[in-house]
């Protein structure tokens, strides 16, 4: 079964506007955690920003917020004010205790995201 | 460099061939993850080594794969008798080993098979 879903395979916004990516996730796991990358078309994959399923508020880092959700098991990445450099696949990624695969991430399939000027 | 570094940066082999892709993680990092990225898809876990152990191998996708790691230093993957169906991106990743800490992501091996 699919843990991790992002609906969205491509996006388009404009620069310096705000966009939401979706995300939503499925564990009877307690303890979790959540994670956004980002990968531009040169392949590495960058940590943007993590929440814990015990973090009471959400997470921000710079530009990037986690708009979660745990009631939905949801937990969107917002990007405000949209920059070129942003255009890039992002991807969702949760990981839940400790087990014999360590903290293995389990990943959607990411969105597409394109900023226009 | 500070960072997860992985050879080769590109591998073309032919069908059938044995294939061994190097990942060395951050210095310190205990833990070590491999993970395959097929064309326009999200990343599949692979194989998990916390120190020089990998307490589980049923990622792996058959039984021509095949990991190690050398203490808490570098990692290879090899991939015996190529099939086409292997080409994909390999990515290896380390942390800390805490729960909360991220993944740090090296560059890839894009690994063609023809």
């Known amino acids: 079964a699919q843990k991790i879903t992002q609906t969205q395979p491509g996006m388009f916004v404009q620069e310096k506007e705000a966009v939401t990516l979706d995300c939503t996730y499925d564990?009877?796991?307690?303890?979790?955690?959540l994670f956004w990358y980002k990968q531009p078309s040169s392949g590495e994959m960058i940590f943007l920003i993590y929440?814990?399923?015990?973090?009471?508020q959400n997470a921000t880092e710079g530009r990037y917020s986690l708009n979660f959700q745990k009631a939905r098991k949801s937990a969107n990445l917002v990007i405000s004010a949209s920059q070129l450099g942003d255009s890039a696949m992002y991807f969702c990624?949760?990981?839940?205790?400790?087990?014999?695969?360590?903290?293995?991430?389990?990943f959607g399939k990411g969105t597409s995201l394109l900023v226009t000027p | 460099g500070a960072g997860v570094s992985q050879s080769p940066s590109n591998k073309v082999t032919e069908k059938g061939k044995d294939v061994e892709l190097r990942c060395d993680p951050i210095?310190?990092?205990?833990?070590l993850y491999w993970y395959r990225q097929r064309l326009g898809q999200g990343l599949e876990f692979l194989i998990y080594?916390?120190?020089?152990?990998?307490?589980?191998k049923s990622g792996l996708p058959s039984d021509r794969f095949s990991a190690e790691r050398t203490g808490e230093s570098v990692s290879t993957l090899t991939i015996q008798r190529t099939q086409q169906e292997d080409s994909a991106v390999y990515l290896c990743?380390?942390?800390?080993?805490?729960?909360?800490?991220?993944?740090?992501f090296g560059p890839g091996t894009r690994l063609t098979v023809t």
């Open positions: 990743a380390s942390s800390s080993g805490a729960p909360g800490y991220e993944q740090y």
């Open positions: 564990t009877s796991d307690p303890s979790y955690g």
């Open positions: 929440q814990g399923s015990y973090d009471q």
């Open positions: 990624a949760m990981r839940e205790g400790l087990t014999v695969s360590g903290y293995a991430l389990n």
């Open positions: 210095s310190g990092h205990t833990a």
């Open positions: 080594f916390q120190g020089n152990s990998a307490p589980d």
